[in-house]
Every structure is written in structure tokens, then in C-alpha cells.
């Protein structure tokens, strides 16, 4: 005789989905659901995107087709750090790991415990993650989304389970091109971070705990073939992602699944929040702008810490001159390759680019008006 749990929340209206009678509508061919045509991008609103969930003492029924493996030693043929993963059937099943995929959901068992992974943003919308959720389509989901568990053998709450990693996003539809900010991510400085950039995205990593990702997402959506002829032309995807389940308790101060839903309408001042805190942390009021040749002479006299402020200020003097007439970095440091290696070309237009900003002189007001126009929309 199976094993069954009791769960806890009452699913809501989970007949009506199966059957494709609500409106929340998603196929296997992963074709936008009815809701999406009520959806436009929402200047103040938020993405949640992959949630990974820790459901402990996992109980599955027999027809769970789960790829159980067993590591063992090549020498002896012993097993390898067996441990029991779940139990199925009443008994426990143990061995090293164990896994098991659908189109729509992702679940791994490590120490008695079941994680499971999902993107709740394309799990409603289909194949791409471009729209925001509302709290009734985040509850139509996610009671969805336990019904097919339990279909496929899986006895998961998964309302009383605890959140492991949640990711986050918030879209701007920006004034320029993406490439036009990537001076001002360059010159970010966020605390006790790792800064990376892969072709045209920014990576900032902070020991694995959380990460931000900056990208251009019309771009990353043409590569995937998806129409983009109702969004608009420039539109940037900052991520924050909280990848454990210590980082998820400190930003949220809670713990479990129901909780976050609860607390829907608080999620996006904890994304703002966090976004702001490390990467906007000064406002447009603390730029000194300065336009005088006198009053830049004394700013690099008062904000050098060495005695070669004069030089570094003759150097800014000259590339103040180039980009007058060029406007672009790229001329600049052609320019400046035919003298140096192309690592020292690039550390000194990033030391331009940080005197530029914090200063608000020569071509920083262009530097201070991008920095501000992606201040003011996630403080907004």
C-alpha cells in the first residue's frame, strides 16, 4: 500500500487548470498562456523567476520515475557516501544521488531532502520569462505545478516548503542602447563583490551567496527566436538572485513557500532594496558638478591622494579634448594602444571613466544623467 501525506494547504481550482477551464492556460508545446494578452511591461513592477524549493523527508509513490544512482569506488567496488534520499513506497530509498526531469520542473534529492527547481515566471508564461506575475497567477502556479508532482509520483507541500534559492528581476526600458551603460556598470563599486562581464552582460558574485546579472534582454530574447514586437526597443534585465537558503532568509526574513506569497506585495521593495544597496548607492544630489577650468584644477588637487595629481590631471585634460570632438572611449583607447598594451589602455580610461563620474566634470554629466535615469526607476 502506497504512502500518502497530508497537504496541508487545500489546492485551489487545481480541476479547473488541469482541464484547461481557468485562465491560466499552459501547454506542453510551451505556447504563451491566454493571460499573457492582458500583460504589458510595467515600469514599477517585478519578475520572479527560478525558485528552487527544499522539501524535507520527500515521499514518493512507485510510479515516481526517479534516476537513482549509486557511486562506487573503482578499486574495491564499494559504494560511495550512500545516504538515504527519499523514501518511496513506505521504504527508504539511499544512494549517492538522485534525479529526475520534466519540461517544466527540475528536482534533485540530496540528505533526506527534495529540491525542487522551476522558472514560476516561464511556468505561467511559457517559454520565456518577459512578463510580470500577479499574486492570484503566482498561487494558480504553484497549486498547478503540486498537482503535477503528485501526478507524476511526487507527495510534495510544496506551500510548506522551504524557499532555497529565488531569483528576482526587474526590466527598464531604457533611453539608449544597452552598450551605451556598460561605462557606468564598469565602474560600479559594490562591496566584498566579484565584478565579471561576459560579452554583453555583467556579472556581480558575492561568495556564491548572491549574484546580479545585467543584460540585454531584447537581445537575449531575438536569440531565441522570440517576437519582440511588443516590447520596446531598449530594454534592460537586472537580476538579483539569492542562491542559498541562508541569503533568501535575510532578504525576506521568512522562510517557507506560503510565506513568500503572503508577503507578495513587500517582494518588490525587497528587490529594490537590495538592487539599491549595492549597486545605486549614491543619488543624483551627490554628483558635485563642476565646469570651470579653475574648479577642476582644484578638484584633482584636493581628491588625489598622491603627488601626481598634476599629471593625472594633464591626462584628463587630454582626453577631455579627444572625447569633445569623438564622444566615444573606443577612439580614445585606439589611441592610446599605439603607446601601451591594451590592459593598461583599459585601466586607464577606467580610471577616467570613475574621475569622470564621481566628479560630474568634462563628459560626465552623460555618465551622471545614465547612472540617474537607472537610479530613479528602481527607486520609483
Known amino acids: 500500500m502506497e504512502k500518502s501525506i497530508e497537504v496541508k494547504k487545500p489546492l485551489t481550482r487545481i480541476e479547473d487548470v488541469l482541464k484547461g477551464n481557468g485562465n491560466m492556460i499552459i501547454d506542453s508545446t510551451n505556447k504563451l498562456s491566454n493571460s499573457i494578452n492582458n500583460n504589458t511591461i510595467n515600469n514599477s513592477n517585478f519578475i520572479i523567476d527560478t525558485i528552487r524549493l527544499r522539501v524535507k523527508n520527500p515521499q514518493l509513490s512507485n510510479k515516481a520515475n526517479v534516476l537513482l544512482e549509486n557511486k562506487t569506488n573503482a578499486r574495491t567496488g564499494e559504494s560511495i557516501d550512500d545516504e538515504t534520499l527519499y523514501s518511496i513506497g513506505g521504504f527508504d530509498a539511499t544512494g549517492t544521488t538522485a534525479s529526475y526531469k ?109 549574484t546580479i546579472n545585467i543584460y540585454d534582454k531584447i537581445k537575449e530574447m531575438r536569440s531565441k527566436k522570440v517576437n519582440t514586437s511588443t516590447l520596446p526597443n531598449n530594454l534592460m534585465r537586472i537580476e538579483y538572485r539569492m542562491m542559498k537558503a541562508d541569503q533568501c532568509l535575510k532578504d525576506f526574513h521568512y522562510e517557507k513557500l506560503i510565506e513568500l506569497h503572503m508577503n507578495f506585495n513587500s517582494i518588490q521593495h525587497t528587490l529594490k532594496s537590495r538592487l539599491t544597496s549595492e ?33 593625472k590631471f594633464e591626462s584628463y585634460q ?63
Not at 324 to 340: E, G, I, P, Q
Not at 348 to 363: P, Y
Open 279 to 311: 549597486l545605486f548607492m549614491h543619488c543624483a544630489s551627490s554628483f558635485t558638478q563642476i565646469s570651470t577650468f579653475n574648479d577642476e584644477l582644484n578638484w584633482f588637487d584636493t581628491n588625489s591622494s598622491n603627488k601626481n595629481w598634476y599629471q
Open 102 to 210: 520534466s519540461d517544466k520542473y527540475y528536482i534533485f534529492f540530496k540528505s533526506n531532502s527534495a529540491f525542487v527547481q522551476f522558472s514560476l515566471s516561464k511556468y505561467i508564461h511559457g517559454f520565456h520569462n518577459a512578463y510580470c506575475i500577479t499574486q492570484n497567477e503566482m498561487e494558480d502556479a504553484i497549486d498547478k505545478l503540486q498537482a503535477e508532482l503528485c501526478a507524476d509520483g511526487f507527495q510534495f507541500d510544496l506551500w510548506e516548503s522551504l524557499l532555497s534559492r529565488v531569483d528576482l528581476a526587474i526590466d527598464i526600458p531604457t533611453k539608449y542602447s544597452f552598450k551605451s551603460y556598460d561605462t557606468i556598470f564598469d565602474i560600479l563599486r559594490v562591496k566584498r563583490s566579484k565584478k565579471m562581464k561576459y560579452d554583453t552582460s555583467h556579472y556581480i558574485s558575492s561568495g556564491g551567496r548572491w
Open 318 to 380: 587630454a582626453a577631455k579634448q579627444i572625447l569633445s570632438n569623438t564622444k566615444d572611449f573606443a577612439v580614445y583607447k585606439s589611441m592610446l594602444c599605439k603607446h601601451m598594451t591594451v590592459q593598461e589602455a583599459n585601466r586607464k580610461i577606467h580610471r577616467l571613466s570613475s574621475t569622470l563620474f564621481t566628479s560630474g566634470i568634462g563628459t560626465s554629466g552623460s555618465l551622471v544623467d545614465l547612472y540617474t535615469e537607472l537610479f530613479t526607476h528602481i527607486n520609483s
